[in-house]
């Protein structure tokens, strides 16, 4: 079972944003701020909790549910945009007072964050991003997601889970503690992000969205970010797992476009805060130590 989450230091919505987006925030007081992107689309914050605080001991973090998800429903049926969740980043980063603003992204919060910092170059009315941290983002062209699709689809189909699914259904769980049943259910439905299929039960659980989700990535289109990277300028890094159903291929394209370093991590899928927690801190952290200047 997975660690509990402590309470914020602080919390709150959000009012520039034309849904109240949940916040919360950790971390000392005053420290150098991050802003940290949450997966999904259509999932939100809690998830990354309470590993992610690893990085709360010396910064202070402020995490948000995106629009669509967690505390962030909406019962608006208006269609959710790649672009309302950059103009909904833009906002949150401007009310909270981010700035000089660092994106800690990660999965699909890593290609946002991309994208913000992208169409921000743009529009020297946005909020600049000064700098980029992108944990196992999410495939950077249209060709690649769908190569990550197969791949994961593939992985819940083979042996190794569909073992845990037979244990699963022969075990009388679900009568006998409906709970636990849910829990080990929400494990198996993740297992194939996993190195190691057995760490999804130190996973936060956490639901998506299903229309946020499609709405979003078919608003994308047939997308590219590579060509756009490249005309950015900031401090960068990369992080993928070696065992990541997304492409190894993606998170290269995206280093090299951004002229970022890209630390592959061993033994770890998708979910690095989760299967290697050390050596993923460890990264960021000098990272963010060594271009604290550069981004100020």
Known sequence: MPNPIPPPRDSGVTSTTSV???????????APRLLVLHG????SHDYLLPQMLRLA??????????????????DDRAPITWRTQVEDLGRV????????????????????????????????????VRRLVL???????????ERFERAFAERQRGPAVAALRDELAASGLRERDP??????SFELSVAGYFADPG?????????????????????????????????????????????????????????DALGARLVILEDTGHV?????????????????RATDALAS
């Open 272 to 288: 690095p805060y989760v299967e290697r927690p050390d050596e993923l801190f460890e990264a960021i952290t000098s990272f963010l």
């Open 20 to 30: 109240p987006l949940h916040w919360v925030a950790y971390g000392p007081h005053g």
């Open 179 to 184: 709970e636990a049943y849910r829990q080990r």
């Open 199 to 255: 760490r999804a039960r130190d996973l936060t659980p956490f639901r998506v969205v299903g229309r946020v989700q499609q709405s979003i990535w078919e608003s994308l289109g047939d997308f590219d970010l590579r060509a756009d990277l490249r005309s950015l300028e900031l401090p960068a890094l990369v992080v993928h797992g070696r065992d990541d159903p997304i492409p190894l291929e993606s998170s290269q394209a995206a280093a």
């Open 135 to 145: 944990v196992d983002p999410a495939p950077v062209t249209r060709e690649l997601r």
């Open 40 to 43: 999904g689309p259509g999932a």
């Open 93 to 128: 980063a401007s009310e909270l007072r981010l700035e000089p603003l660092t994106i800690v992204g990660y999965s699909w919060g890593g290609l946002l964050a991309m994208l913000s910092a992208i169409e921000a170059a743009r529009d020297a009315a946005l909020v600049p």
């Open 57 to 74: 001991e010396e910064r202070e973090l402020v995490l948000y549910d995106q629009r669509g998800g967690g505390r962030s429903k909406t």
